[in-house]
């Protein structure tokens, strides 16, 4: 079973709107969590890390939420453009051995 | 700025071949990674290196090999590759950080067709 999940898989939203992902994990112990960005071909690249202690942080456009005792985060994007479309994969690191548990990523594309 | 450059964008090689994917980084990172990237699995981990001549499996090293013979610069090997390796392979190299809060910075990826 994977150990976070992220929802929805996939998302088409118009340019300008917002949106929010989720990502759930069981992911034990807890050291912190990113979110990423991989935009289609590339390699991904951090938006946000929270630790246990964290429960929000921004970076421009994007807001991630980290609610530790649910084990929930969640990344929201305001006012899409189309350069917001890429996958998220929400990482949960589990401290020690560079272990990094992965969500299998949500698919995001801003139409016109 | 941060660079993990790897040698190839695209590669298609033949069932049997060996091949090598190599993966420099210029920030002096001790540590480095190794991941094959599938849709609807997400990353998996293949294999990383906390120094040269260290190395470590991951999740899923079945199939591969490693060499870290220097600081800057990671190679993953497949000794016969398989239809089944036909992957996105993405490296990365990770920086120094309190309490595990080291980013983990990847290179574009290399896309390998085996046929």
């Known amino acids: 079973k994977n150990q976070v999940e992220q929802s929805p898989q996939s998302l088409i939203i118009l340019e300008g709107k917002n949106c929010t992902l989720q990502?759930?994990?069981?992911?034990?112990?807890?050291?912190?969590l990113r979110w990423y960005k991989q935009d289609t071909g590339r390699g991904p690249v951090s938006l946000t890390i929270m630790t246990f202690s964290e429960n929000t942080k921004s970076n421009g456009r994007y807001t991630a939420t980290l609610d530790a005792d649910t084990k929930q985060s969640s990344l929201h994007i305001t006012a899409s453009q189309l350069s917001d479309s890429a996958s998220y994969i929400c990482v949960v690191n589990r401290g020690g051995n560079n272990r990094l548990a992965f969500g299998k990523g949500n698919q995001v594309v801003v139409i016109p | 700025d941060v660079k993990v450059t790897q040698s190839s964008r695209y590669l298609v090689k033949r069932t049997g071949e060996k091949v090598f994917l190599e993966c420099v980084q210029d920030?002096?990172?001790?540590?480095m990674f190794w991941y094959r990237q599938d849709p609807g699995l997400g990353l998996r981990l293949i294999y990383f290196s906390y120094d040269v001549k260290m190395k470590e499996k991951g999740d899923i090293p079945e199939g591969y090999s490693v060499s870290r013979e220097k600081k800057e610069r990671f190679s993953l090997i497949l000794e016969s590759a398989s239809t089944n390796q036909t992957s996105m392979y993405l490296c990365?190299?990770?920086?120094?950080?309190?309490?595990?809060?080291?980013?983990?910075?990847f290179g574009p990826g290399t896309r390998l067709t085996v046929t």
């Open positions: 990365a190299s990770r920086t120094p950080g309190q309490g595990n809060r080291g980013e983990q910075y």
């Open positions: 990502c759930n994990y069981t992911v034990s112990p807890f050291s912190n």
């Open positions: 920030m002096d990172h001790e540590n």
